[in-house]
């Protein structure tokens, strides 16, 4: 692997929540690669989103960061108190594509308007220079007669056509790093898999490095490079896709893959995961994951599981694979999708 773009170690994320505090990022560390595509999956709820906007101060006015350190570029993020220092970050370096682009764009704005604004913004492009530019980029996100549409409002476009803009609008900026927020969560499975052929190729020209937020592995499987798994605030495994989805080895991920609906059984109910996520309100004791895992070891309810290297690329935070424990086989889905793959993934 390249040498990283961006570095967490220990972070820890709270927030107070009616007076009380609950810890969001339970001390996660990761490295993100130069040009790399890296999906963070997982439950709603399990801090996706709240990690990922660490890397641009953008958390709520009740959150905070209360410990470790984010590096970018040689700088500590974690260092940085004033707004002036994130409008370095943000759309220049590190860009964010929201999940739900009607809330993410001005109404009252015209689309073209809304991408030479964060052309003028970030890059030292104005008038007719801004303007030919944004011609170019919608064009390079597949909107048709870019003149003509660049005109129009919001509300004149599709969904899937919206979403094209605000991928737009993040790019103009010519970030490093590309975060897709659940990028395809209001569109149908067609235009889903669009949207990430052009995430891809967009990656390709500018060559960006892309992180994907998702709670659904199937929408990433062939995208992305590597796969990080979140539950409860903290990552559990972490692998190659390849690794991940065909030599899992933490519960949670074997319990991911088995509710995916292309592992499923004509005729049978769909699995799914029993149980909720633990409160994040007090101390998580053992392994998160204990209370709603069928296999689950004594010890999971007692002490939190270090991190087991199972190769150089993956590792897995699970008394699974302490040489003490008894040999525990994953479900028989799992064990299919490891012998025979699923085709169609992401597609």
């Known amino acids: ?18 007076g009380k505090k609950l810890h969001a990022i339970r001390d996660v560390s990761l490295d993100i690669y130069r040009g790399e595509s890296l999906a963070i999956v997982g439950e709603s709820g399990s801090g996706k ?13 009740n959150g905070w960061i209360e410990s470790g350190e984010i590096v970018y570029g040689g700088e500590k993020l974690t260092d940085y108190r004033t707004e002036k220092q994130w409008l370095k970050i943000r759309g220049g370096e590190i860009a964010m594509v929201l999940q739900d682009p ?12 809304q991408i030479i604004e964060a052309i003028e913004l970030h890059r030292p492009l104005r008038g007719a220079e801004a303007r030919r530019e944004m011609l170019s980029l919608l064009n390079d996100v597949g909107i048709p007669e870019p003149e003509r549409r660049s005109k129009q409002y919001p509300h004149e476009f599709s969904g899937g056509m919206r979403q094209r803009v605000v991928i737009a609008i993040a790019v103009a900026c010519r970030p490093k790093v590309l975060i897709c927020d659940e990028p395809t969560t209001a569109l149908d499975v067609t235009i889903q898999a669009q949207i990430l052929s052009l995430i891809r190729s ?25 796969i990080a798994v979140m539950y409860a605030g903290d990552i559990v495994e972490i692998g190659t896709c390849d690794e991940v989805f065909y030599d899992p080895k933490h519960p949670y991920t074997w319990a991911l893959l088995s509710s995916l609906p292309q592992l499923g059984v004509r005729g049978e109910a769909l699995y799914s995961i029993k149980g909720t996520p633990p409160s994040l309100f007090g101390e998580v004791r053992g392994d998160a994951f204990a209370p709603r895992n069928p296999r689950a070891l004594k010890i999971d309810f007692v002490k939190r599981p270090p991190y087991f290297e199972v190769s150089p690329t993956h590792r897995a935070r699970t008394w699974l694979l302490d040489p003490r424990a008894p040999k525990i086989e994953p479900p028989e889905s799992v064990k299919k999708l490891a012998r025979e793959g699923v085709s169609g993934f992401g597609e």
């Open 1 to 18: 692997m390249d040498s990283p773009i961006l570095s967490v170690r220990n972070l820890n994320v709270m927030f107070n929540l009616r």
């Open 49 to 61: 989103s709240v990690f990922v906007k660490t890397f641009m101060g953008l958390l709520d006015a």
């Open 102 to 113: 009607m809330t993410s764009l001005n109404p009252l704005k015209t689309v073209g308007a």
């Open 202 to 226: 967009l990656k390709a020209k500018y060559e960006l490095t892309t992180v994907y937020i998702t709670h659904d592995l199937g929408v990433v499987a062939n995208v992305a490079d590597r």
